[in-house]
């Protein structure tokens, strides 16, 4: 199996998340806001790493502090924020107030590593869309 390495220049912890949403994002389909607010949110998540209960950690994360927070530094409502956390739980991104296992991510030594495998079947028929 051939393995292929690509390191990224290294960055701040707040454009880290940003980073690797976009990376995800063709599996993700995030619009733009909801992609931006759910960088945010790993972005405190990382900065309240320090609170190992989980629940306590997400309470702090998702409380009305952080999403002023989070208003202030995307420029937008709190109301866009509420809509977009919407987006979040209907792509099963977040449910309530708590980002998804898969998704919480956080560099250990200032180091993350992500692996992809693709799977690459020749004889795979892509379908044409249908014409309107």
Same mark, same amino acid.
């Given at each position: 199996?051939?393995?292929?390495?690509?390191?990224?220049?290294?960055?701040?912890?707040?454009?880290?998340?940003?980073?690797?949403?976009?990376?995800?994002?063709?599996?993700? @389909?995030?619009?733009?806001?909801?992609?931006? *607010? $759910?960088?945010?949110?790993?972005?405190?998540?990382?900065? @309240?790493? &320090?609170?190992? &209960?989980?629940? &306590?950690?997400?309470?702090?994360? $998702? &409380?009305?502090?952080?999403?002023?927070?989070?208003?202030?530094?995307?420029? #937008?409502?709190?109301? *866009?924020?509420?809509?977009?956390?919407? =987006?979040?739980?209907?792509?099963?991104?977040?449910?309530?107030?708590?980002?998804?296992?898969?998704? /919480?991510?956080?560099?250990?030594? =200032?180091? $993350?590593?992500?692996?992809?495998?693709?799977?690459?079947?020749?004889?795979?028929? #892509?379908?044409?869309? @249908? /014409?309107?």
């Amino acid at each position: 199996m051939t393995k292929k390495t690509v390191t990224m220049p290294a960055v701040a912890p707040r454009k880290f998340y940003r980073q690797y949403i976009e990376i995800l994002q063709p599996m993700l @389909k995030l619009r733009k806001r909801e992609a931006d *607010v $759910f960088a945010e949110l790993l972005y405190h998540n990382y900065l @309240k790493r &320090d609170i190992k &209960d989980a629940e &306590d950690r997400f309470k702090l994360v $998702f &409380d009305i502090s952080t999403r002023n927070k989070i208003s202030e530094k995307l420029n #937008i409502s709190n109301a *866009v924020i509420q809509q977009a956390l919407g =987006g979040l739980r209907k792509k099963n991104v977040i449910k309530g107030i708590t980002i998804r296992e898969t998704f /919480a991510v956080e560099p250990e030594n =200032g180091v $993350f590593n992500l692996n992809f495998k693709f799977v690459v079947k020749s004889n795979l028929v #892509i379908k044409k869309a @249908k /014409a309107i």
